[in-house]
Structure formats: structure tokens, C-alpha cells
């Protein structure tokens, strides 16, 4: 049976780093604005009363202390409170897909490979940028890969899952050498006005090359010795838009905007979480205690924490189950990659790691990775 391994991976960060305090000064002048404007109404009881946030309620809440931004113009501006972009022509490339190719650059570098080595590639994200063509097909083409493209999306699970069809198309024979990237451009989801969501996402790209062990040439390969992916409905994380929103007569004003019920989603997505990685563990004969790592999806730091707690029997050290929150939010279904690329090479041969990610479906995709 044919082996797969990862060989290379690959990181973008966007041109713009936001803190904390400034989504904070942005959000608390808008809501004093709108409760001295609304006075009346909210006395009445007629309109709710915008509240005010702190860097500290933050960091508790979610252990983000900043983010980076593809557009910080307009983010900051109390008048428009949202990315400030402009609508690219037909013959140039969205945001997404650019974030895409400069990740894929450095993992094709990483994986001693060029782009004509590439015969798949597979982009994986919570959000499309636009519905066709494929975004995958236009990252092909501007890197000049070979074979076919095409885009997915199972929201924060996205990465997992893509690199599980890559693995199944290595192993059929449909695909030689894959690309995966995953950019993330989820700051003009977020709604800047919303005291418990404004400061929640950031913006970047992750790139993964998987081959057969037997084409891999890199320094750095870890061999997939198994895969697993549950999902189960949920309206708990959401996003309502759709190509259909013209046609209706009215929307709410939220429509396009990320929501979710928080602690539904820590309830009842947390016990699936650590079902699949113990049964996963379990599929493997891998006691918990034989693996290094674990590049879960980083949404909230509570959540994490919850999580590796639950199935170390034990409180975490931090290379348990690295965090990259404080320094890139939450990057939706990159995360767990960002982690992996980040926390990766102090490994060694037989060394082993879980990669995890979960989120809107609901839906949760495990890795099992071993160092060679």
C-alpha cells in the first residue's frame, strides 16, 4: 500500500498586524455613539443599549491579543467599521488567491519541488471568495501546476479534510504529488460593532504538499499513518450568505456576518473533539502518552486547553498542544496548520503528532502524523 507523507508546508502572513486595543477604542466609540444617539429608546426599553469591551475581556475570553489583516483601512474608522476594499477586474486575482500562491511558494520550497511536480491542487477555506471559476484552477494556473484544481469548504475543518482527500487521491492513483492551501480571508466577515465577536478572526494562507514517501525527497516528512472525519449538524456556527440574497425582499442587516452560540458550541463540539481523536488514537494503538504534539484547531484558548486537559489526563505544558492565538487570532480552518508549521522541527525520527481541526457543521477532521 502506497505511503503518504507531508513534505513541505508553507506560511503567509498579511502586511498588517491589528491589536487588540485598537478594535477595542474603534467598537467602544461606536456603542458610546449609539447609546447617546438611542437614549430615549434604550431607557423605554425599546432599543438594546451597545456595550462597551476591554483588551482584558478579550484576552480572557479567547487568549487573542492580536491579529494580521490583508486591509486594515476602514477597520479603525468608527464611520465604516469594515475592510475598505477594492473590487479587483476579471484579470486580477482576488485577495484569496494570492494569499494562496505566495503560501504555496514556500511549501513547493520546502518540499524540494516545483510547481510542474504538482498534478492536484485542492484550496481549501471557511469562505469563498467568489463561486466560480475555481479559485484552485487560478492557483494552478498562476503557479504553473500541472493536472486539475478544485475548491472546498467544511468551514474550520477545511484543512484537515482537504489533506484527507489528498491522501485518497495519492492512494488511488488519481494524484501524484498534491498541493493544499488554505487561505483564510475572514476579517470582512466579522461584524466591528459586535462587542463578542468584532475582535474574533484574522487573516492568513497555509500550504501543504503531500506525495508518496517513495517521490519524497525533502528534510522533513511526516508520514499520514491514519486519518478520520465525523460531522454532524449544526446551525450553532453560521453564516447566512448566499448568491440568492438579491432575490429576497429584505435581509437582516447581519446576514452576511459570522455568528455563533458559544457556549452550545463549547457544550456540544468539545465531547466530539476528544471521541475522535481518543478513538482515533485508539485505531493506531497509540497510547496518548506516545505523542509528542497535538496542532489542534486554534479557536479559543479555552477551548484548547478543555480539550488537550481531556485527553492527556493532565494540565498541558504548551508544546502539548501549541497555541498561536495571541499572536494570529482565530485563522478558521488554517489554524491547526499554522500551529504545525510553526511547531514542527524540534521532531525526530518516530516522533508522533496529532493534527486535529473542528467547527461549523458540525465537523472534525484527525491526522495522525509520524516523523521519518
Request: proline share 3%; hydrophobic share 40%; glycine share 6%.
Amino acid at each position: 500500500m502506497t505511503s503518504v507523507v507531508i513534505s513541505g508546508s508553507g506560511l503567509f502572513v498579511p502586511p498588517y498586524k491589528v491589536s487588540n486595543q485598537e478594535l477595542v477604542d474603534v467598537l467602544n466609540a461606536f456603542s458610546e455613539k449609539f447609546n447617546s444617539e438611542n437614549a430615549v429608546e434604550i431607557a423605554a426599553g425599546t432599543v438594546e443599549a451597545k456595550k462597551t469591551s476591554s483588551v482584558e475581556f478579550i484576552e480572557k475570553a479567547s487568549g487573542i491579543k492580536s491579529r494580521y489583516m490583508m486591509c486594515k483601512d476602514g477597520v479603525t474608522d468608527i464611520n465604516v467599521m469594515h475592510p475598505k476594499l477594492v473590487k479587483n477586474d476579471v484579470d486580477t486575482p482576488p485577495e484569496m488567491v494570492l494569499m494562496a500562491v505566495e503560501a504555496a511558494k514556500e511549501a513547493l520550497k520546502d518540499a524540494n519541488k516545483n510547481a510542474e511536480d504538482i498534478d492536484l491542487v485542492i484550496l481549501g477555506s471557511s469562505n469563498m471568495q467568489r463561486s466560480y471559476p475555481s479559485m484552485a484552477v487560478e492557483v494552478q494556473s498562476i503557479l504553473g501546476a500541472q493536472g486539475f484544481g478544485f475548491d472546498m469548504n467544511v468551514a474550520c475543518s477545511t484543512a484537515t479534510f482537504a489533506l484527507i482527500n489528498a491522501v485518497n487521491a495519492i492512494k488511488s492513483g488519481s494524484a501524484k504529488t498534491v498541493l493544499i492551501v488554505n487561505p483564510e480571508f475572514t476579517t470582512p466577515q466579522l461584524d466591528y460593532s459586535n462587542r463578542d465577536s468584532h475582535f474574533i478572526f484574522g487573516d492568513v494562507a497555509t500550504a501543504l504538499i503531500i506525495e508518496s514517501t517513495e517521490t519524497a525527497t525533502s528534510d522533513n516528512q511526516f508520514k499520514i499513518i491514519n486519518t478520520s472525519q465525523v460531522t454532524k449538524f449544526s446551525n450553532n456556527i453560521r453564516c447566512n450568505h448566499s448568491y440568492v440574497d438579491h432575490c429576497y425582499e429584505s435581509l437582516p442587516a447581519d446576514n452576511s456576518f459570522f455568528f455563533q452560540e458559544g457556549r452550545k458550541v463549547f457544550k456540544e463540539l468539545l465531547p466530539m473533539v476528544t471521541t475522535v481523536i481518543t478513538e482515533h488514537l485508539g485505531k493506531n494503538n497509540w497510547p496518548v502518552t506516545d505523542v509528542k504534539r497535538m496542532w489542534l484547531h486554534q479557536a479559543n484558548i479555552n477551548m484548547n486547553l478543555f480539550a488537550a486537559k481531556k485527553l492527556l489526563g493532565r494540565e498541558p505544558e504548551f508544546l502539548d498542544a501549541p497555541l498561536i492565538l495571541d499572536e494570529f487570532a482565530n485563522t478558521a480552518s488554517a489554524g491547526s496548520i499554522v500551529a504545525f508549521h510553526k511547531y514542527k522541527d524540534d521532531f525526530t525520527s518516530g516522533d508522533k503528532g496529532i493534527l486535529c481541526s473542528f467547527g461549523a457543521g458540525y465537523s472534525v477532521g484527525c491526522i495522525s502524523l509520524e516523523k521519518i
